[in-house]
T-cell receptor, first 113, second 115 residues
Framework: GENVEQHPSTLSVQEGDSAVIKCTYSDSASNYFPWYKQELGKRPQLIIDIRSNVGEKKDQRIAVTLNKTAKHFSLHITETQPEDSAVYFCAAVNTGTASKLTFGTGTRLQVTL | GAGVSQSPSNKVTEKGKDVELRCDPISGHTALYWYRQSLGQGLEFLIYFQGNSAPDKSGLPSDRFSAERTGGSVSTLTIQRTQQEDSAVYLC?????????????FGPGTRLTVT
């Protein structure tokens, strides 16, 4: 089955700086890669996703890049703000099968003033 | 529309007792997942239901854990003979599959405390 590794486990940045979280996956057939954000005490929510037919996707201050050859994808947050502080989870799945979505272990991002 | 709901929101039980946790997915969602999240930890996959296929039970930590999904909708996670290490937040999520609709929607979770 799919295996997703996520780094770093914790990340502290100053407000206004950029943050990058990286994930690698094992199944070359995976074609959908979402990112979820979980604020303290709340449920995870989808913030951005990318499919294997594109290399990059942006939504305001967040972007995701995908390198299919290397089987890794990354979340980039620019101009970080205190409200970006949360745990971020990456995930991967092959949508052409009935296999489950596999999550990474999470990155705790702390944005300091 | 209504999102994923879970009940109870909190459950305190004595060690050795059985508990049942309920998940009501979004109507029409064919995929349903159960996860366990201990304090400050990641999402531990427990079980996955997809349509009429046999569930993927590969994440269940022991035979004390079981789950069923009746009529392709409501799901119940049962933990028998609870142990203190079962204390965690149990999250349910549902999604559709296919096309562009693949977002996984999480419920608010059930916080289980085993004393």
């Amino acid at each position: 089955g799919e295996n997703v590794e996520q780094h770093p486990s914790t990340l502290s940045v100053q407000e206004g700086d950029s943050a990058v979280i990286k994930c690698t996956y094992s199944d070359s057939a995976s074609n959908y890669f979402p990112w979820y954000k979980q604020e303290l005490g709340k449920r995870p929510q989808l913030i951005i996703d990318i499919r294997s037919n594109v290399g990059e996707k942006k939504d305001q201050r967040i972007a995701v890049t995908l390198n299919k050859t290397a089987k890794h994808f990354s979340l980039h947050i620019t101009e970080t703000q205190p409200e970006d502080s949360a745990v971020y989870f990456c995930a991967a799945v092959n949508t052409g099968t009935a296999s489950k979505l596999t999550f990474g272990t999470g990155t705790r991002l702390q944005v300091t003033l | 529309g209504a999102g994923v709901s879970q009940s109870p929101s909190n459950k305190v039980t004595e060690k050795g007792k059985d508990v049942e946790l309920r998940c009501d997915p979004i109507s029409g969602h064919t995929a349903l997942y159960w996860y366990r999240q201990s304090l400050g930890q990641g999402l531990e996959f427990l079980i996955y239901f997809q349509g009429n296929s046999a569930p993927d039970k590969s994440g269940l930590p022991s035979d004390r854990f079981s789950a069923e999904r009746t009529g392709g909708s409501v799901s119940t996670l049962t933990i028998q003979r609870t142990q203190q290490e079962d204390s965690a937040v149990y999250l349910c999520a549902s999604s559709t599959r296919g096309g562009t609709a693949y977002e996984q929607y999480f419920g608010p979770g059930t916080r289980l405390t085993v004393t």
